[in-house]
């Protein structure tokens, strides 16, 4: 039995360019519920660019049984935006961070997430468990 090789990346990356993700029906419904819980908001053009690319390469993947990453893309076509791709995973310096809030530019901090600041207006729960005994009330049994 022959063990069959994979195809190369460069022709995976092709295949991958020229797949309808425009027109596939599937793709399109996952990406307005992801567009609709407002992933994009806030995001600058490059930022939302490497997000739509990732939501590509993980239907691709999915639908293809490929395991191609970012990085092949950008290995293959260097108009392809890998400076933000790299900055988005970079970890930032205490300094960077400590600039960022300092300018007020916490929407660039990344995986930084906006909680409001207001209380939880839903009642608390009732409890469901039965009250502890006290030492006496046990010694008494």
């Known amino acids: 039995m022959e063990q069959q090789m994979p195809p190369p990346v460069v022709d ?8 309808p993700f425009s027109t596939d029906e599937m793709y399109q419904q996952g990406l307005a519920s992801i567009v609709a819980d407002g992933v994009l908001e806030g995001k600058t053009e490059t930022e939302k660019e490497v997000i739509l690319r990732k939501t590509e390469l993980f239907y691709f993947n999915r639908i293809t049984g490929h395991a191609l990453t970012l990085e092949n893309i950008c ?3 260097p108009t392809t935006t ?15 961070l400590k600039d960022l809030i300092e300018e007020g530019k916490t929407d660039q901090i990344p995986n930084n997430k906006y909680i409001p600041e207001a209380i939880n207006e839903a ?5 469901q468990a039965p009250s502890r005994k006290k030492p006496w009330e046990i010694a008494a049994e």
Do not use: M
């Open 12 to 19: 995976v990356v092709k295949l991958f360019r020229d797949y």
């Open 75 to 77: 290995e293959t076509d």
């Open 123 to 127: 009642p608390p729960s009732e409890s």
């Open 82 to 96: 890998s400076a933000s791709a790299a900055d988005e995973s970079r970890t930032l310096t205490f300094a960077e």
